[in-house]
């Protein structure tokens, strides 16, 4: 798709008679305090907030709330999502996805459990309990921790201090249905809260089959979740002591561009902390908390056909991560000095065993670990009319990895690259340095603003500990087969953004151009230089695992540039047109080549007409054709698309509202580039074929608060 076909969709989408609900807003005291020049919050279930110190992207009511709210995140000019499955969708930010997304559930950070990424972060934030998503504009400041690239933390709905010194009821409550994959989803929240205590319970339960496209069915997409949990608060004077617990519990759930499909992830969350003034303009935060993952995938349960009993594996993964933060701000919100420090310890291990055979096992992950201390200064202040925040941090990583235990029935090839790996130095440390500077000024409706860092990404423990070759690659799902490498270096990020922020009455725009030079860029690179000859022992087992061309994690010299933006216009009360645009090019510098799985350019238009109570309208999403692919990663070019939808909603008293709409209006098939490609025999998408998106469905959202 070029330019001007975007534009022509762009023109078709504005002239549609469009509702885009975005007055349905009150404020929102629950929202930590954040700036609209520095970060996005998308708000899915609570109210909107509208002060300068919080941007509120509407709620996406032009669509189904997906189950993954990775998606949801992806609506962000320069994002995009990475279709695993129904569960396990991964943002992608201005080109960069994964590890180098900072990922949150309530300010909590942690780590995936799956070798594969089956779990990103989101994976543990139902839709239908998402408060809030917030998300960092271009970089992450040091206080939020390491991040190479953005950050993104999902907030889950939870009771709220009220004004009565008595206790009193709060509650809401939502549910979904919808048809092109015959999927449910309910969720919601009760409590009690006064002035000075808040408890709640919350709970989910989301279930759906294959999607249907044009095409046929998409086999082996199907989805079950639960997720459940307490939490508590107590103020203290001007401060709060909290606590919260929250299990997860996905069910058999499909990933077709995966060997492997869920069986389970048991998953438990826990934290506490204090957070508030302990003296005049000085605030403390301080948080502890632990997450632990227990895994089965195979391809047996889920998988059309199940593999035969030779070729059966089913996979148990373990991670544990503790973490520990405390800060002291020193000043106003608008104007401080913040200094903290921070802590994450990760144990994770991983075995992969024949089902049928209890003498076949391998420890692909054995008991490897990170442990990182880290500590920031942050000056946020004014130089006449220039505001800034300036922040630097620094990070001590050790990195540790078991030795292998393979069971009497596991072949020769492997044995060999076990016993190699165990005589090996397997103890890295690394020492890492990040700054921020953001600068911006207000001149009446335009606010310019500019952006200067450096940041750096340890290298992970599959990318450095892969010892075994699989398919782990963090969710790349590409049919490749990967080894990790213990010599990488840490991935070191040069990121210049300029932009500016313009808003009246009428007509708001934000555009942004960035580029980021990264230097040791980690991808997974030819294993020697003898491509498609098999010398050595991995490309031997590789090779019996169908590929004859093994990947190894490697540092490359990358960069990447591009621009987005997002605008709305408001010609008259009640009409409104919205859209984001994104464009991002990636491109290897140390050979004429692209960077593997960057998005295309793409476009997203709505309209809207607002009634008092009914609304309705509809949305366009238009993707370019990429064809600016990875040579060296084997990666196919895609097609250009454009989809449509309709949507309505209709508030029914104060605190009710009944939504429904239609997506994929004129049943286009289409195949994100981003998708991951299908490994699942028995499905209408052939193997090896990206996941084509959803075909023609209705919807239907009912939405309560008490």
Same mark, same amino acid.
């Given at each position: 798709?070029?330019?001007? +076909?975007?534009?022509?969709?762009?023109?078709?989408?504005?002239?549609?008679?469009? *509702?885009?609900?975005?007055?349905?807003?009150?404020?929102?005291?629950?929202? =930590?305090?954040?700036?609209?020049?520095?970060?996005?919050?998308?708000?899915?279930?609570?109210?909107?907030?509208?002060?300068?110190?919080?941007?509120?992207?509407?709620?996406?009511?032009?669509?189904?709330?997906?189950?993954?709210?990775?998606?949801?995140?992806?609506?962000?000019?320069?994002?995009?999502?990475?279709?695993?499955?129904?569960?396990?969708?991964?943002?992608?930010?201005?080109?960069?996805?994964?590890?180098?997304?900072?990922?949150?559930?309530?300010?909590?950070?942690?780590?995936?459990?799956?070798?594969?990424?089956?779990?990103?972060?989101?994976?543990?934030?139902?839709?239908?309990?998402?408060?809030?998503?917030?998300?960092?504009?271009?970089?992450?400041?040091?206080?939020?921790?390491?991040?190479?690239?953005?950050?993104?933390?999902?907030?889950?709905?939870?009771?709220?201090?009220?004004?009565?010194?008595?206790?009193?009821?709060?509650?809401?409550?939502?549910?979904?249905?919808?048809?092109? =994959?015959?999927?449910?989803?309910?969720?919601?929240?009760?409590?009690?809260?006064?002035?000075?205590?808040?408890?709640?319970?919350?709970?989910?339960?989301?279930?759906?089959?294959?999607?249907?496209?044009?095409?046929?069915?998409?086999?082996?997409?199907?989805?079950?979740?639960?997720?459940?949990?307490?939490?508590?608060?107590?103020?203290?004077?001007?401060?709060?002591?909290?606590?919260?617990?929250?299990?997860?519990?996905?069910?058999?759930?499909?990933?077709?561009?995966?060997?492997?499909?869920?069986?389970?992830?048991?998953?438990?969350?826990?934290?506490?902390?204090?957070?508030?003034?302990?003296?005049?303009?000085?605030?403390?935060?301080?948080?502890?908390?632990?997450?632990?993952?227990?895994?089965?995938?195979?391809?047996?349960?889920?998988?059309?056909?199940?593999?035969?009993?030779?070729?059966?594996?089913?996979?148990?993964?373990?991670?544990?991560?503790?973490?520990?933060?405390?800060?002291?701000?020193?000043?106003?919100?608008?104007?401080?000095?913040?200094?903290?420090? =921070?802590?994450?310890?990760?144990? !994770?291990?991983?075995?992969?065993?024949?089902?049928?055979?209890?003498?076949?096992?391998?420890?692909?992950?054995?008991?490897?670990? *990170?442990?990182?201390?880290?500590?920031?200064?942050?000056?946020?202040?004014?130089?006449?009319?220039?505001?800034?925040?300036?922040?630097?941090?620094?990070?001590?990583?050790?990195?540790?990895?078991?030795?292998?235990?393979?069971?009497?029935?596991?072949?020769?090839?492997?044995?060999?690259?076990?016993?190699?790996?165990?005589?090996?130095?397997?103890? #890295?440390?690394?020492?890492?340095?990040?700054?921020?500077?953001?600068?911006?000024?207000?001149?009446?409706?335009?606010?310019?603003?500019?952006?200067?860092?450096?940041?750096?990404?340890?290298?992970?423990?599959?990318?450095?500990?892969?010892?075994?070759?699989?398919?782990?690659?963090?969710?790349?799902?590409?049919?490749?087969?990967?080894?990790?490498?213990?010599?990488?270096?840490?991935?070191?990020?040069?990121?210049?953004?300029?932009?500016?922020?313009?808003?009246?009455?009428?007509?708001?725009?934000?555009?942004?151009?960035?580029?980021?030079?990264?230097?040791?860029?980690?991808?997974?690179?030819?294993?020697?230089?003898?491509?498609?000859?098999?010398?050595?022992?991995?490309?031997?087992?590789?090779?019996?695992?169908?590929?004859?061309?093994?990947?190894?994690?490697?540092?490359?010299?990358?960069?990447?540039?591009?621009?987005?933006?997002?605008?709305?216009?408001?010609?008259?009360?009640?009409?409104?047109?919205?859209?984001?645009?994104? +464009?991002?090019?990636?491109?290897?510098?140390?050979?004429?080549?692209?960077?593997?799985?960057?998005?295309?350019?793409?476009? #997203?238009?709505?309209?809207?007409?607002?009634?008092?109570?009914?609304?309705?309208?509809?949305?366009?999403?238009?993707?370019?054709?990429?064809? !600016?692919?990875?040579?060296?990663?084997?990666?196919?070019?895609?097609?250009?698309?454009?989809?449509?939808?309709?949507?309505?909603?209709?508030?029914?008293?104060?605190?009710?509202?009944?939504?429904?709409?239609?997506?994929?209006?004129?049943?286009?098939?289409?195949?994100?580039?981003?998708?991951?490609?299908?490994?699942?025999?028995?499905?209408?998408?052939?193997?090896?074929?990206?996941?084509?998106?959803?075909?023609?469905?209705?919807?239907?959202?009912?939405? !309560?608060?008490?």
């Amino acid at each position: 798709m070029n330019s001007r +076909y975007l534009i022509t969709c762009g023109a078709l989408a504005s002239c549609l008679l469009l *509702s885009h609900q975005t007055a349905f807003a009150q404020e929102d005291t629950s929202a =930590d305090a954040g700036d609209s020049v520095l970060s996005d919050t998308i708000v899915v279930t609570a109210v909107r907030r509208d002060t300068i110190a919080q941007d509120g992207i509407p709620m996406p009511e032009q669509i189904a709330l997906p189950a993954d709210a990775a998606a949801i995140a992806a609506r962000i000019p320069g994002g995009a999502v990475v279709g695993n499955g129904a569960l396990s969708g991964q943002l992608s930010y201005r080109g960069l996805a994964g590890q180098r997304v900072l990922g949150r559930v309530n300010g909590q950070r942690f780590a995936t459990g799956g070798p594969n990424a089956m779990d990103p972060p989101l994976h543990y934030a139902p839709s239908i309990l998402v408060d809030r998503i917030d998300i960092a504009r271009g970089v992450a400041p040091v206080s939020q921790g390491p991040s190479l690239a953005g950050a993104v933390n999902a907030q889950l709905v939870q009771t709220e201090f009220s004004e009565s010194v008595s206790l009193s009821p709060q509650a809401r409550f939502a549910s979904q249905y919808r048809s092109v =994959d015959d999927s449910h989803a309910i969720g919601g929240l009760v409590g009690m809260a006064s002035s000075d205590w808040r408890i709640g319970l919350i709970a989910s339960r989301e279930e759906g089959d294959d999607y249907e496209f044009p095409g046929g069915t998409a086999v082996g997409t199907s989805f079950e979740r639960n997720l459940y949990g307490a939490h508590a608060g107590f103020r203290t004077g001007p401060g709060e002591l909290y606590v919260e617990y929250r299990r997860s519990e996905t069910d058999p759930t499909g990933n077709p561009p995966f060997a492997l499909d869920i069986v389970y992830f048991d998953t438990d969350f826990v934290q506490g902390g204090f957070r508030g003034e302990i003296a005049d303009q000085v605030h403390l935060d301080l948080r502890l908390g632990h997450v632990a993952i227990r895994h089965l995938m195979d391809n047996q349960t889920t998988r059309q056909p199940a593999a035969p009993p030779m070729m059966a594996r089913a996979t148990f993964a373990d991670a544990d991560t503790s973490t520990a933060e405390a800060s002291l701000r020193f000043g106003t919100q608008g104007a401080y000095f913040q200094i903290g420090g =921070d802590a994450e310890l990760t144990d !994770k291990f991983v075995r992969i065993t024949n089902p049928f055979n209890d003498a076949f096992f391998i420890d692909s992950q054995p008991n490897v670990q *990170s442990e990182r201390l880290g500590a920031f200064a942050q000056w946020r202040g004014a130089l006449g009319e220039v505001q800034f925040e300036l922040g630097a941090r620094v990070d001590r990583t050790d990195q540790t990895a078991g030795v292998p235990q393979l069971g009497a029935a596991v072949p020769m090839g492997p044995r060999g690259l076990a016993a190699a790996f165990g005589a090996a130095d397997r103890d #890295r440390s690394a020492t890492t340095f990040d700054t921020v500077l953001r600068a911006w000024v207000g001149v009446g409706d335009i606010t310019p603003r500019v952006t200067l860092a450096r940041k750096e990404r340890v290298p992970s423990l599959l990318e450095r500990f892969g010892w075994l070759p699989t398919e782990a690659s963090f969710g790349l799902a590409d049919g490749n087969i990967y080894v990790g490498n213990l010599d990488l270096a840490p991935e070191t990020a040069w990121i210049a953004e300029l932009g500016f922020d313009f808003e009246n009455e009428v007509f708001s725009l934000r555009p942004t151009v960035f580029y980021r030079r990264v230097d040791d860029f980690i991808q997974g690179v030819p294993f020697d230089a003898t491509i498609g000859v098999i010398d050595s022992p991995v490309e031997m087992i590789a090779a019996m695992n169908g590929d004859s061309t093994p990947l190894r994690f490697g540092n490359v010299d990358a960069e990447l540039m591009g621009a987005d933006l997002d605008f709305s216009i408001r010609p008259v009360a009640r009409f409104v047109i919205e859209g984001t645009a994104s +464009y991002v090019r990636g491109k290897r510098r140390d050979i004429d080549d692209d960077l593997y799985r960057i998005a295309p350019a793409n476009l #997203r238009l709505s309209a809207s007409w607002q009634g008092n109570r009914l609304s309705f309208g509809a949305e366009m999403f238009a993707s370019a054709a990429q064809n !600016k692919v990875a040579r060296s990663n084997g990666e196919a070019s895609s097609d250009s698309f454009a989809v449509f939808g309709l949507f309505a909603r209709y508030a029914m008293r104060d605190g009710m509202a009944i939504e429904a709409g239609v997506e994929n209006l004129f049943d286009a098939e289409y195949q994100p580039h981003l998708a991951g490609r299908s490994r699942v025999g028995a499905s209408d998408v052939a193997v090896g074929e990206r996941l084509p998106g959803a075909g023609q469905g209705g919807w239907v959202r009912f939405t !309560k608060r008490f």
